[in-house]
């Protein structure tokens, strides 16, 4: 498979940060985002980064990748993770509809 067919192969798509909570249970900091995926619904999903910082991503947008699992559909944050900053979150440079595909 070409590199450009398997990249059209993904399903990501822009989704908004509505809320934040605590992850219980996790094994270092991590958080649980839930995503409005416009007209696909919400998703909840964690994120490595602590409550505090997560709390300032609401409202904004971030790009997912999302995949059935036996419990239904799982949406996952795409990151770039830099070895002297931590995680970064992908997002669009611009506001864009809720559930946008990503190409």
Same mark, same amino acid.
């Not at 908004?16 to 249970?25: L, N, S």
């Not at 270092?28 to 709390?55: F, K, N, Q």
């Not at 070895?83 to 190409?103: C, F, M, Q």
């Given at each position: 498979?070409?590199?450009?067919?398997?990249?059209?192969?993904?399903?990501?798509?822009?989704?908004?940060?509505?809320?934040?909570?605590?992850?219980?249970?996790?094994?270092?900091?991590?958080?649980? *985002? !839930?995503?409005? =995926?416009?007209?696909? &619904?919400?998703?909840?999903?964690?994120?490595?980064?602590? #409550? +505090?910082?997560?709390?300032?991503?609401?409202?904004?947008?971030?790009?997912?990748?999302?995949?059935?699992?036996?419990?239904?559909?799982?949406?996952?944050? *795409? !990151?770039?993770? =830099?070895?002297?900053? &931590?995680?970064?979150?992908?997002?669009?440079?611009?506001? #864009? +509809?809720?559930?946008?595909?990503?190409?």
């Amino acid at each position: 498979m070409e590199p450009a067919q398997a990249i059209q192969e993904l399903d990501l798509v822009v989704a908004r940060v509505t809320a934040v909570a605590a992850h219980p249970g996790a094994r270092g900091p991590s958080t649980l *985002l !839930t995503l409005d =995926l416009g007209g696909r &619904g919400s998703r909840e999903t964690p994120v490595p980064i602590a #409550v +505090e910082e997560a709390g300032k991503l609401v409202g904004s947008q971030v790009i997912c990748a999302l995949g059935s699992s036996q419990g239904g559909e799982d949406a996952v944050v *795409l !990151t770039v993770h =830099l070895h002297d900053a &931590g995680l970064v979150l992908i997002r669009p440079d611009r506001e #864009v +509809e809720d559930g946008s595909p990503v190409a």
